[in-house]
């Protein structure tokens, strides 16, 4: 009795890296003073289950390319970017991950500004001296550029005369001038520069 040989043909797949994601986006409405939602198309996973993605961020126009998480979900085609800096312009770039090994990062994104916030710091008051017998002449230091956030509009001065018979209410001055650094302070303001 003759054996006869039987071939079969069964498909091997063989496992490779991820694909890139798509370059991501980010609609306007998503974009913050302190975070943007980002959002990618995932790419082939190589016949591997993607793990996770990583999602770097560079601060334009010379920062070097930082990685903000290393675990966003595997099945996720969006993430919250957070701990931006207001005002500030960015670029972002987005790879998956399987158990075979990294894919090349993605194309990066546009460029986006976040939107302006309010200043980290206040002025830093240098002097409050007397000036005649009714007003007093305070002179103050704009916050460093880097805790303003945004574009410095003017300063806004609440004070209030302490009287014997109790405390009058606050009155408030606004300064419309960025590059002011004094103000001569009444009952009536008069001037400030």
């Not at 990685?67 to 790879?95: M, Q």
Request: glycine share 4%; net charge neutral.
């Amino acid at each position: 009795m003759k054996l006869s040989h039987i071939e079969s043909h069964i498909p091997i797949s063989i496992s490779e890296r991820p694909q890139p994601p798509s370059k991501p986006g980010v609609l306007q409405e998503d974009v913050k003073s302190r975070s943007v939602l980002l959002t990618w198309e995932p790419g082939s996973d190589g016949l591997s289950p993607v793990r996770y993605y990583t999602i770097q961020t560079r601060e334009l126009p010379k920062g070097r390319w930082v990685v903000h998480s290393a675990s966003i979900s595997h099945n996720a085609t969006s993430a919250l970017v957070d701990r931006l800096k207001p005002f500030t312009s960015y670029k972002f770039k987005v790879k998956a991950t399987n158990d075979i090994g990294d894919s090349e990062y993605s194309e990066e994104s546009e460029s986006l500004t976040t939107l302006q916030a309010a200043p980290d710091d206040s002025p830093l008051v240098i002097s409050v001296t007397p000036h005649t017998t009714t007003s007093v002449l305070i002179r103050w230091q704009a916050p460093t550029e880097d805790k303003i956030n945004g574009i410095l509009l003017g300063f806004r001065i609440r004070y209030r005369e302490l009287v014997y018979d109790g405390m009058r209410s606050f009155t408030v001055h606004n300064i419309k001038n960025p590059d002011a650094k004094w103000a001569e302070l009444t009952c009536k303001l008069e001037r400030h520069q």
